[in-house]
């Protein structure tokens, strides 16, 4: 049996995960409908997967106290069980329930899947994310879409370099009148 893998990344219109400049968390758009909406996602059991740059952003939050400060959803992200994949990050790791696996994402995430008892959620780690997607690994791909555009300050373009995918929608829903969650069944084109 295989579990399902979850992509789930935040973008803005024009397909960046992050901006820079004078831009806030959540592109500063997030309201209560979209908290409720990320607290229930984080409210069923399920096994994080994280690469490193992304697992080295998230322990920056728990070491500088930002747990305290940050919304609910994501303080219960970090307090679920986490698999790192990663060559060059070194044990212990800094988490409270994360095991840190050497190898390619590929194989980890394969084994995973066949060996997980609960789901599993990956929320940003682009370029390993693409890989996966590229060997069909990923069974949805969850978008939450930010009406903003960050032309000129956008940073992380989520798809660059990816291989090309025909996407089955299969979710679709509107938070707080503007921002788009989107569930993809993402198809290797060709």
């Known amino acids: ?14 397909g960046f995960g992050a901006a820079g400049g004078d831009w806030t968390g959540y ?22 997967v994280f690469g490193a740059n992304t697992y080295r952003v998230f322990v920056d939050f728990l070491s500088d106290g930002l ?3 940050s919304d609910p959803w994501v303080q219960r992200m970090l307090h679920l069980p986490a698999t790192v994949v990663s060559n060059t990050l070194d044990d212990p790791l800094d988490w409270p329930d994360a095991t840190l696996e050497r190898g390619d994402a590929i194989d980890v995430v394969a084994r995973l899947k066949k060996e997980s008892p609960v789901p599993l959620r990956s929320h940003g780690s682009l370029s390993m994310n693409r890989a996966l997607m590229a060997a069909g690994l990923v069974d949805r791909v969850q978008v939450t879409l930010y009406p903003v555009i960050t032309g000129k300050s956008g940073l992380e373009p989520i798809f660059a370099g990816a291989e090309d995918f025909d996407l089955e929608l299969t979710e679709t829903r509107t938070l707080d009148g ?13």
């Open 1 to 14: 049996m295989s579990v399902t893998y979850t992509f789930d990344v935040f973008s803005s219109l024009d």
């Open 27 to 48: 592109w500063g758009k997030q309201g209560p409908q979209l908290l409720e909406h990320r607290l229930s996602l984080y409210d069923v059991e399920q096994r994080m």
């Open 67 to 69: 747990t305290e400060l």
């Open 178 to 190: 503007g921002i788009q969650e989107l569930v993809y069944r993402p198809h290797l084109h060709g």
